[in-house]
């Protein structure tokens, strides 16, 4: 096999909408598994297909999967869902699916045992113990979430911690590009069980408020409302934000996006983006 044509993509929110796009832009045949009630079907792009499926029966998932004769199946689901993983890595075994790409798309999660990235890694070495192949993709933060990392609808840039660490930020738009690519151009040697590593930019969040001006006036804090914000704040703070961007020249010849440019950041824009905030 030269390369893989046949994707399901399970979710397609804020990461697996994108990646339908940019699989369907590379002409990649596309399934987008959604459970029963979702409203996704009716939004999905022209060329993909949809089936509704119980996500938590490996046998109706492995089903789906023989029907659309699918090579690889792509997982974005969110946090709520990453303890059942293994039920869809179960039915890809079943259906002998080649390829499994887990819900990664954030920081490295090697050698994690708690939390969100805990989870991530566990499931990791599941796919190693059932004999599936994966590939993992970690990207750092998505620059699309800055402003709400930040919390600029305070008015402020907030802080936890000096901010004085680095962290690697990549724009949805370059992640979802990123791993059509990689999974419609290499053939499958290079891309089972490997981890890539990709960055549109590095930068520390002090660093990041600068690129607002004076607009919003650093503000440290100790802890945020949310518990999931204070701590990505920590994580960033203790130096583990990076992931080197090792990867990016496998994208050969394309522009990463900066903050700026995703965000839309310019001197005119200033204004206009302070305004929308208190």
Do not use: C
Not at 93 to 105: C, M, R
Not at 197 to 224: M, S, W
Request: aromatic letters at 8%.
């Amino acid at each position: 096999m030269s390369k893989y044509t046949s994707f399901a993509v399970i979710g397609a929110g804020i990461i697996g909408g994108p990646i339908v796009n940019a699989l369907l832009s590379n002409g990649a045949s596309v399934v987008v598994i959604t459970r029963p009630g979702s409203s996704t079907a009716s939004k999905l792009p022209t060329g993909a297909k949809s089936a509704v499926v119980d996500l938590k029966s490996a046998s109706a998932l492995a089903a789906a999967f023989r029907e659309h004769n699918i090579e690889v199946v792509v997982s974005t689901i969110g946090h709520p869902g990453l303890p059942d993983q293994p039920i869809l890595a179960d039915a890809a075994k079943l259906a002998g699916v080649k390829l499994f790409v887990p819900s990664e798309f954030g920081y490295s999660t090697l050698g994690q045992t708690e939390g969100e990235l805990g989870l991530k890694d566990k499931f990791a070495k599941y796919l190693v113990e059932i004999g599936l192949p994966s590939l993992r993709i970690f990207v750092g933060g998505f620059i699309d979430f800055l402003p709400w990392l930040t919390e600029i609808d305070s008015g402020k840039f907030r802080i936890l911690g000096k901010g004085d660490s680095k962290a690697s930020f990549t724009a949805a738009e370059d992640i979802a590009g990123f791993t059509a690519h990689v999974l419609t151009t290499l053939p499958p040697s290079q891309l089972n069980n490997a981890i890539f590593r990709i960055e549109g930019t590095q930068k520390t969040l002090r660093e990041v408020a600068a690129l607002y001006g004076d607009a919003f006036p650093v503000e440290q804090v100790d802890t945020f409302p949310d518990e999931f914000r204070t701590w990505l704040h920590r994580f960033i703070e203790s130096g583990q934000g990076t992931t080197g961007g090792s990867s990016n020249d496998l994208w050969e010849g394309h522009h990463w996006k900066g903050i700026t440019e995703a965000l839309k950041i310019t001197p005119e824009s200033l204004s206009t983006i302070r305004s929308s905030y208190p």
